[in-house]
């Protein structure tokens, strides 16, 4: 076989060569984050990812220890009136009690009927006991494959009440824009959620770009085995092995990623933890809190007085008083974002 | 600020640009595997690679799914006369007993002092629950900053007895060439280890090429706190949550990457379920298992008749007999490598 001539093969490069230097002088004259107004948010984003990869800087960063932490509910895209994922699993009960049938007189399966008939205070009944059984109840007991199967087929068909769009749209473009702002700066971009992991590896790289294996999350057991084809897989357990919420996000950080973000962003008391490890770090790190402010665009539901302090999901006055005193940056949706979704 | 003149970036593109066209050209009549024999193993290697890259090829495989797992121990380094990090358990016995005398004469630390004082045989004394009790007192109960720097002090000072070189130095030159073969052919490697995930973490990057966060191996559980100076840190508990072993090496596999791999690497019963796994996979898989059979060069302890089919560590025939009705690929060190190690 005759190598492949040269000449061919150095025009192509010359031609990339030049299409790169142009771009990345281009790049440089655009602004990452065009969906963000000017303002100390902005300012603290761009200000750490120069500091952090800038050759010669002080608090440079080699690129392979650039770790960005990003929660996702409240986050990443919208979390009221209910997280995508409890509806999804709320939504599983009606296909669960066509297959069983004397679910439909039990609670909390009863409950969720009710729920989706249309009584939505109904939801107010159920208990943090009664979620857990129905996430067992629609989300073990089948394969790895078979539950990825079943949330994507669902995730293409639902919408939210609000928008009628589909959950994966209600992004929040400013949020995307630091995802891949970080990305295209050398940093390595997880979610780190208290949802299920599972779940969010399903839509996580169609939707951020982020690969399932850059998901952790609240994750259950497995379990190995062999069908009748004798082929092995794995089985949902309803066994918890790692519930990532409140100190659990460190930890699970330490297990699945095993180095100390140096950016971390969240929304609610779940994600104290993780902003205080990671702005604890040496050198340049940020911690950043979303606030909703926007009823308009979005929800208001921050900073809530008189809320407990460790009331998971929520942004109580003190979180937003100790955001002031550890210096995480607060993020406000109503003024530091041009635009909230794509779609606008 | 003037923006940089285009025409010297222009000037380094073109000469990039040939560079790396030459490098391409080069690369492609360079032998991937040049320790390697030619023969079946090597074969099945290229011919993988090459089916699951080309594009057009019925088994290609976009690249954000290429994963490729591979057990550490017997497999990418020595793993005789003991594993590695269990040297490291034996080792830190002295400093331990330093700090609280009383535990000299106490089972099983003063087994471990007879063993080190050259009482080899006293290792066979040595139960599972005793190393699990040496493990907790020897590598808990402290922060995991503080577990890894301990971990790295010992690595960089203790020696092999039979080469009397550095542990990292005893990794296999043709598994290390497999490594950055799949690497440059866009597979993500992760070593799946039953040995502990943040004893192999400490010098994975160095050693292998591959960073923490693709390191997957038996797990404890961590608990986040204060210090006294009030910052946080996480401390090693030990409640194992995860033994990445047999079954548990897919179960791993799946809460940490979260992607069945399309090619994996073992040497023992313990890697048989990850080996079957990867292999009822769809499309293009390879499974391959390094068989020890090269007692001048290394050692050699496989196939072994009689030993029962289930412990850990060990090549028995009936590992040899399922790799052939399986179609995993026997790798024979002693015939299929041209070297073993790099400092040959």
Redesign the interface.
């Known amino acids: 076989m005759r190598?492949?001539p040269?000449s061919t093969?150095?025009l192509?490069?010359?031609v990339?060569?030049?299409l790169?230097?142009?771009g990345?002088?281009a790049h440089?004259?655009t602004d990452p984050l065009p969906s963000w107004n000017d303002g100390a948010a902005k300012k603290a984003i761009v200000d750490f990812v120069q500091a952090t990869t800038t050759q010669g800087s002080p608090k440079f960063v080699p690129q392979?220890e650039r770790?960005a932490a990003f929660d996702q509910d409240g986050t990443l895209w919208v979390e009221h009136p209910m997280y995508t994922q409890v509806m999804y699993v709320l939504e599983s009960v009606p296909g669960l009690v066509k297959a069983k049938p004397e679910l439909a007189k039990v609670a909390p399966f009863s409950t969720v009927l009710e729920i989706l008939k249309g009584d939505r205070a109904a939801i107010a009944k159920l208990t943090m006991p009664d979620l857990e059984k129905l996430v067992a109840a629609t989300s073990t007991g089948m394969s790895?494959e078979t539950f990825a199967s079943e949330a994507k087929k669902w995730l293409a068909e639902a919408k939210d009440p609000r928008w009628k769009k589909p959950y994966t749209e209600l992004t929040y473009l400013p949020m995307q824009e630091v995802l891949k702002y970080l990305r295209a700066s050398g940093y390595?971009t997880y979610i780190v959620t208290g949802g299920g992991?599972?779940f969010v590896?399903v839509y996580s790289?169609a939707t951020y770009g982020i690969?399932?294996?850059q998901?952790v999350g609240s994750?259950g057991?497995?379990?190995?085995g062999y069908g009748k084809d004798g082929?092995?897989?794995?089985t949902k357990e309803p066994k918890l092995?790692?519930n990532d919420n409140n100190?659990g996000k460190?930890?699970g950080i330490?297990?699945?990623?095993?180095?100390r973000p140096y950016a971390a962003f969240g929304n609610s008391t779940g994600d104290r933890?993780m902003l205080?490890?990671t702005k604890?770090g040496d050198g340049a790190r940020l911690s950043m809190l979303v606030l909703h402010d926007d009823a308009k665009r979005e929800y208001a539901y921050g900073p809530a007085k008189g809320l407990p302090d460790s009331k998971v999901g929520t942004f109580p006055q003190s979180l937003y008083d100790e955001a002031m005193k550890q210096g995480w940056v607060v993020i406000s949706m109503k003024d530091d974002w041009k635009r909230v979704f794509s779609f606008e």
């Open positions: 190598p492949k040269v093969g150095v192509h490069a010359l990339l060569g030049v790169l230097t142009f990345t002088w440089a004259q392979e770790i790895v390595k992991q599972d590896r790289e690969p399932p294996e998901v994750a057991g497995t379990k190995y082929k092995p897989f794995l092995m790692l100190a460190p930890e330490h297990l699945m990623i095993g180095r933890q205080e490890y604890a």
